[in-house]
């Protein structure tokens, strides 16, 4: 699965891409033209983010099954 690119604050998070012949380029922080590539880091963060994304998503089932509740 190829993750997204994920704004993190002021910073885009653009997790390792993997092109056809299955070269893998190494993810990176960009700001404002700025690059730091996250050599040995980029795939635990993009678990971490991954799963912040799943906790948003599941809050705002909740809290949207909150304010509208079922009419069954």
């Not at 795939?43 to 599941?58: G, N, T, W």
């Amino acid at each position: 699965m190829r993750e997204p690119v994920a704004p993190l604050g002021v910073w885009l998070f653009v997790p390792d891409r993997r092109n056809a012949v299955g070269d893998v380029s190494t993810g990176y922080l960009s700001r404002n033209g700025e690059r730091v590539v996250l050599s040995y880091t980029s795939r635990p963060l993009a678990d971490f983010v991954r799963k912040i994304s799943q906790l948003e998503r599941d809050f705002a089932a909740r809290i949207g099954s909150l304010l509208l509740p079922d009419e069954s």
